[in-house]
């Protein structure tokens, strides 16, 4: 079936390393790609996002490559801090269009050590 | 910066009887989605909603559920006769008009608790 799903449920890091959150895809139509943050008792928070036509995008801290070759999501957070702490979902719109439905990964979660 | 929020933040409801989860969406925003999580679980798409019908539902969203616009800023999620499995936290999410690569941003959930 189409799916998004994290290789890892859980990543611990150390206050000041980077962290690498991987997260594969099988719906190789997907066109669109949302990294989301879940604190504990709130809802997915947008972090960043990546088109299909894109290898490369970079915000405050946050990396997110695609390479469609494998269909693979990573999300690179530089110099992690406690404030990271959380789980990380990526998630997939498939060729919604503008209309689209996500479909959202297991989650990892990230564990930020001071 | 503009939320999307929703309310109550936690709702009790026995089995069996008629549960509404309420969202006030981005206002300028003009799709809007409802979602759930079972606990430990991911997030699963539930409805989508635009221009006033629904796009598109899941096999979840079945006949007990439905959705509204009642105005022009609420967002309603309706479960007629609530059922154990239907406890889960709920969240709505909206998004903007403009463009198809425009990310969904979500409120921070509604708290369903069956007994």
């Known amino acids: 079936g189409e799916s998004v799903g994290l290789h890892l449920p859980t990543l611990s890091v150390q206050e000041g390393d980077n962290s690498i959150i991987n997260c594969a895809y099988s719906?190789?139509?997907?066109?669109?790609f949302i990294w989301y943050k879940q604190e504990s008792g709130k809802g997915p928070q947008f972090i960043i996002d990546?088109?299909?036509?894109?290898d490369k995008r970079q915000g405050q801290r946050v990396t997110v490559l695609l390479n469609k070759t494998v269909k693979h999501l990573s999300l690179q957070i530089a110099a992690t801090q406690p404030g990271d702490s959380a789980v990380y979902f990526c998630?997939?719109?498939?060729?919604?269009?503008?209309?689209?439905?996500?479909?959202f990964g297991k989650g990892t979660l990230l564990t930020v050590n001071p | 910066e503009p939320e999307v929020t929703q309310t109550p933040s936690h709702q009790v409801t026995q089995m069996g009887q008629e549960v509404i989860l309420r969202c006030v969406p981005i206002?300028?925003?003009?799709?809007f989605y409802w979602y759930r999580q079972i606990l430990g679980q991911k997030v699963e798409f539930l409805v989508s909603?635009?221009?006033?019908?629904?796009?598109?539902k899941s096999e979840i969203f079945d006949d007990q559920f439905s959705v509204e616009r009642p105005d022009g800023s609420n967002f309603t999620l309706k479960i007629r006769s609530t059922k154990l499995e239907d406890s889960a936290m709920y969240f709505c999410?909206?998004?903007?008009?403009?463009?198809?690569?425009?990310?969904?941003?979500f409120g921070d959930g509604t708290r369903l608790s069956i007994l």
């Open positions: 999410a909206s998004r903007m008009s403009t463009g198809t690569n425009q990310p969904q941003h």
């Open positions: 719906n190789s139509a997907s066109d669109y």
């Open positions: 990546i088109r299909s036509n894109m």
């Open positions: 909603f635009y221009n006033n019908e629904i796009s598109e």
């Open positions: 998630a997939d719109r498939g060729s919604g269009g503008s209309n689209y439905k996500l479909t």
């Open positions: 206002s300028n925003h003009l799709y």
